[in-house]
């Protein structure tokens, strides 16, 4: 079954980040954001098995399975590769999630933030995209497909192996298209040509884009005065071919109130707010980064075998997104096959070979600075 854009709300809702009290997600709360989001002719849903502790898919079965019915939304969720020990786990979790949400089938069902490594590994052993296929053929999947964070080298894999996946689920914004880590333009792109429908996560980059220095703000405010800083990155997502939904995981009414407001007569960016957004991204992008050209010049004599330009692609990151989680899972999975910035011993080597004359030994001390902590 074939997904039709046009039918799909351009903002989706995401249960990631509901409201809570002491602690405990605030289930009136929720109500009158559900209520207020399908009033505005919206309805779809996302959440996941590892949510809010478990407790997302149970919030979304009090305040939206058990209000509405069954044909008013679509629910979307995902199965975790780091909850599966062993074969049994899959159908578990699954009929877990069915029961938590109180339904008897997804709309749209994801293998959960696939990477390379372990996540992606699990998926493979335990043939996840054929067990996909066989719930969809149950009737229990509507659709089927993945959440991405891994390279764009392994989309490109996992598309050529599995042409049956309906969609994908990347993180998109304007300020991690170029980002190293992130390469979201890289994978935009690659889903686009295909033809296989996006749905984007961190718009607004997880409220990094909602609020920013005044001198940048200034910039948009200069051209919508009335319009909030967050609904730019909004804006700029949707007016980009091929996105299906826009996931933000609101947390109160005012951004409900606002990426409503946004969506609701949603008007894409002019050519001249296109420019606008580039220059804000230049702004932002003009924080200092280490100038290595990945030579790998470095890396042929470094007694400790530490990945050097790795390193400084993940402190270049995180110069600008000081809070950038997937930089730090990065880090982790290159030290598990190379050695940290915290076992350089000083030798020079590295430096006396740099084309770029980098103070190796000194940058190496701010990386184990920022990475060990």
């Known amino acids: 079954m074939s997904i039709d854009l046009n039918k799909m709300p351009k903002l989706g809702f995401g249960l990631m980040r509901l409201p809570e009290n002491d602690g405990v997600i605030d289930h009136e709360h929720v109500c009158r954001m ?3 989001y399908m009033e505005a002719g919206m309805n779809y849903f996302d959440t996941a098995y590892v949510y809010h502790g478990g407790k997302s898919e149970v919030a979304a079965r009090e305040a939206l399975v058990k209000r509405y019915p069954r044909e008013d939304f679509m629910v979307a969720t995902k199965l975790p590769a780091w909850e599966i020990k062993k074969e049994e786990d899959i159908e578990r979790i699954f ?11 997804f709309d749209f069902y994801l293998l959960h933030s696939i990477e390379e490594g372990n996540n992606y590994d699990v998926y493979v052993k ?12 149950e009737g229990k999947i509507k659709h089927f497909g993945f959440s991405f964070h891994g390279s764009p080298e392994l989309l490109t894999e996992i598309l050529d192996k599995h042409p049956e996946v309906e969609f994908v689920q990347i993180q998109l914004n304007y300020l991690d298209r170029t980002n190293p880590v992130v390469r979201s333009q890289e994978l935009y792109d690659i889903l686009h040509e295909r033809n296989i429908p996006i749905i984007v996560m961190e718009p607004v980059r997880g409220g990094a884009l909602a609020s920013m220095a005044p001198e940048i703000e200034d910039i948009f405010k200069k051209k919508r005065p009335d319009s909030s800083v967050a609904s730019w990155a909004l804006r700029f997502v949707g007016s980009l ?11 109160n009414e005012e951004q409900m109130n606002d990426n409503i407001g946004t969506f609701a007569n949603f008007e894409p960016l002019s050519e001249e707010e296109f420019a606008i957004v580039n220059q804000v991204t230049d702004e ?11 030579c790998k010049y470095c890396c042929d004599g470094c007694p400790m075998k530490i990945s050097i330009p790795d390193v400084f692609r993940t402190i270049n ?4 997104y000081p809070d950038d989680w997937r930089s730090k899972n990065f ?14 011993v000083g030798c020079g080597q590295c430096e006396r070979v740099c084309p770029q004359h980098l103070p190796i030994i000194d940058l190496m001390k701010e990386a184990s600075e920022i990475l060990g902590k």
């Open 34 to 36: 559900v209520d207020k």
């Open 95 to 105: 009929s877990e999630q069915l029961e938590r949400l109180g339904v008897d089938y």
């Open 126 to 137: 335990y043939d996840c995209f054929k067990w996909g296929l066989q719930k969809k053929a």
């Open 241 to 251: 071919p091929g996105v299906m939904t826009i996931l933000s995981g609101m947390s």
């Open 284 to 294: 932002i992008l003009r924080i200092p980064q280490i100038g290595c050209t990945a």
């Open 317 to 320: 990151t995180l110069r600008r």
């Open 331 to 344: 880090y982790s999975g290159l030290i598990q096959r190379s050695g940290k910035a915290s076992d350089c």
